[in-house]
Each structure stands twice: as C-alpha cells, then as structure tokens.
C-alpha cells in the first residue's frame, strides 16, 4: 500500500522560512518523480515544483522561482521543500505527489498517482 505523507507546516511571518518534508512509501521511491502542490483557500491547487527521479532536475512555477528549493534523499525515501522568503500569498495547504515524471507539463494534477493529504502553511504579514 502506497503512503504519502507531509509534514513540517505551520504559522511563520512573512519573510521567514519553513522546510516541508514528504515521506513517501510503498513504491520504488527511487524510480518516482515527486511534486509539491498548493491549494489556497477558494483557489484551485497549482503545482508548485518537481523534482525528477532519473537526474534530479528540478522544476518550479514563476511565483516561487529562486524562493523554494525542492531536494530528494532517496536513502531516506523522503522529498523536501525550502520555502525561503514567504509571502502571505503563499498561505495554502500544501500537497505532495507522486508520479512516472516531471515531463511537461508536471505542473498538471492528472500526472501523478499518489497523493498526501497536505500540510497548511500559514504566512501571517
């Protein structure tokens, strides 16, 4: 049976920082493109970056481009998220994916199969 579990939100201030984990098991983590996702209250969930599993390249949407840092360690089956610099807008629950790829476009819910059930990050002005 597939897990995905996050961890690591809560209540910070803007420009402050916050590193979210994901723990993932049950599959060949090792083999499994991992993506974070977030979803603010009365908004649809975006995709927020990937991380692919042949090379490591990462992929991350405009707003959090040189703020959030997505990593992988695969001895420990777990993905990370370094979100430096917070905005109140980045105040979402915040859900971690996995799939086959980070092909285009990653960024698209459908892609992955496996879902956790999110952790809230609150970004208070």
């Known amino acids: 049976q597939v897990q995905v579990v996050e961890s690591g939100g809560g209540v910070v201030q803007a420009g402050e920082s916050l590193r979210l984990s994901c723990a993932a098991s049950g599959l060949s983590f090792a083999n499994t493109a991992m993506a974070w996702f977030r979803q603010a209250l009365g908004k649809e969930r975006e995709g927020v970056s990937c991380?692919?599993?042949?090379?490591?390249?990462?992929f991350y949407k405009e707003p959090v481009k040189g703020r959030f840092t997505i990593s992988r360690d695969n001895g420990k089956n777990t993905v990370y998220l370094r979100m430096d610099s917070l905005k109140p807008e980045d105040t979402a629950m915040y859900y971690c994916?996995?799939?086959?790829?980070?092909?285009?476009?990653?960024?698209?819910?459908?892609?992955?199969?496996?879902w956790g059930q999110g952790t809230q990050v609150t970004v208070s002005s």
């Open positions: 991380i692919s599993w042949r090379n490591g390249w990462t």
């Open positions: 994916a996995a799939g086959d790829s980070c092909s285009a476009p990653w960024y698209l819910e459908f892609k992955y199969k496996y």
